[in-house]
Structures are given as C-alpha cells and as structure tokens.
T-cell receptor, first 114, second 113 residues
Framework: EAGVAQSPRYKIIEKRQSVAFWCNPI?????LYWYQQILGQGPKLLIQ????????DSQLPKDRFSAERLKGVDSTLKIQPAKLEDSAVYLC????????????FGPGTRLTVL | GESVGLHLPTLSVQEGDNSIINCAYS??????FIWYKQESGKGPQFIID?????DKRQGQRVTVLLNKTVKHLSLQIAATQPGDSAVYFC????????????FGGGTRVLVKP
C-alpha cells in the first residue's frame, strides 16, 4: 500500500512570497490533516478535512494560510504572504475516517523563509 | 537527514537495555493516547495506542502504560536496538472535543552500540 505522498520535500522562499504544498493521501482515506512542526516541537494541527469538508481549522492562521481538498482526495496548503516564523516542516496525514483511526503521515515539506 | 529536534530531552540507552520514555498530559478528558516515532527527515510513525479504559497495552517489544490518576503515559521499549534511535512523541485526543490529536513535546532516544 502506497503511503502519504507530499511535494515538494524542501522549499526556500523569501518573506512575503507565497508557497504551496501538495498532499496525496492513502487511497480510500476519507480524512486528511495538515500539521505544522516547528523544529524541536511536536506537530500542531492546522486543518482537518473529512472528504472535501473542513472539520477543524481553528488553529489555521486564516489571514495568510489557506487549504483546499476540492475532490476529496488530494489537498493543497498555501501560505501567502510567508513570514519568518512560518519556517517549519509541514506534515500531511490521512486516516480512514475519524482522527481516532490511525493517522499515517507523509515525509513532510521543510519550508525555510528567509 | 535533518534533525527533528535539537533541544529535546534526550535519553541515552545502551544497545540491548530497556528504554522508558515518559509523557505527562494535562487534559483529564483525554480518552485516547498514541505513541509516535519520528526519524530524522521523516514523518511520525505510529507505534502503539491505548484507550482510557485500559492501563496497559503490549505490542512487539513495546509496552504502553497509562496512569489516569496522575495523567501520565509511558512507553517501554524492550532490548533497545540502534534502529530505535529517533524522537518519540506522545499524542492524546479528547473525543468530546472533536477527536483533535494533540502532540506532546517529544523525547530523543539515542542508542549507544
């Protein structure tokens, strides 16, 4: 079974630029999550989708971050404009249905904002 | 690969010894707990989970203990191997609050040959 795919693996941008990350979950997984992991910390949930609907985006900085999962499969996370404090690893995860089902994580995208 | 955490608490263990990693949680309503392992440059990998109606669960070389009275979770790794070197995170979820997974700060385990 293929795992969660993410691209790009690394991205370096300057502050105030925009960036987008892509995630392809495990086939058949209804729930998709985006996490932000700052160096030295545990992942923090940004947004959770079930199919193409948002379940929880309470910790998403909506003035600069946006995410979509239009067809209930792939998802993109965008930051516009980026700030220095957005430097982190952005992890995508998926689970069969609810978040108490095992979440499988992708390798992440390491974002550096200069 | 890149280090997951440069300033995390670190547990140094001799190969073959047992490891114990501890985690304190604050939400007394949390009802589901998971341990994840994260190697450098990779996403977290599920190790073992436990629900709040249990106090112990065993897997292959791993055991999770839950003490709800003092809100404490531990992961025991038997016969630690070099491949166990990683950062370990505990995570919890509160079913009444929407099942959002909340991760702890992590512990780095270094296995010495």
């Amino acid at each position: 079974e293929a795992g969660v795919a993410q691209s790009p693996r690394y991205k370096i941008i300057e502050k105030r630029q925009s960036v987008a990350f892509w995630c392809n979950p495990i086939s058949g997984h209804a729930t998709l999550y985006w996490y932000q992991q700052i160096l030295g910390q545990g992942p923090k949930l940004l947004i959770q989708f079930q199919n193409n609907g948002v379940v929880d985006d309470s910790q998403l900085p909506k003035d600069r971050f946006s995410a979509e999962r239009l067809k209930g499969v792939d998802s993109t996370l965008k930051i516009q404009p980026a700030k220095l404090e957005d430097s982190a690893v952005y992890l995508c995860a998926s689970s069969l249905v609810v978040s108490t089902d095992t979440q499988y994580f992708g390798p992440g995208t390491r974002l550096t904002v200069l | 690969g890149e280090s997951v955490g440069l300033h995390l608490p670190t547990l140094s263990v001799q190969e073959g010894d047992n490891s114990i990693i501890n985690c304190a949680y604050s939400n007394s309503a949390s009802d589901y707990f998971i341990w994840y392992k994260q190697e450098s440059g990779k996403g977290p990998q599920f190790i073992i989970d436990i629900r709040s109606n249990m106090d112990k669960r065993q897997g292959q070389r791993v055991t999770v203990l839950l003490n709800k009275t003092v809100k404490h979770l531990s992961l025991q790794i038997a016969a630690t191997q070099p491949g166990d070197s990683a950062v370990y995170f505990c995570a919890e979820t509160d079913g009444a609050a929407g099942n959002k997974l909340t991760f702890g700060g992590g512990t780095r385990v270094l296995v010495k040959p």
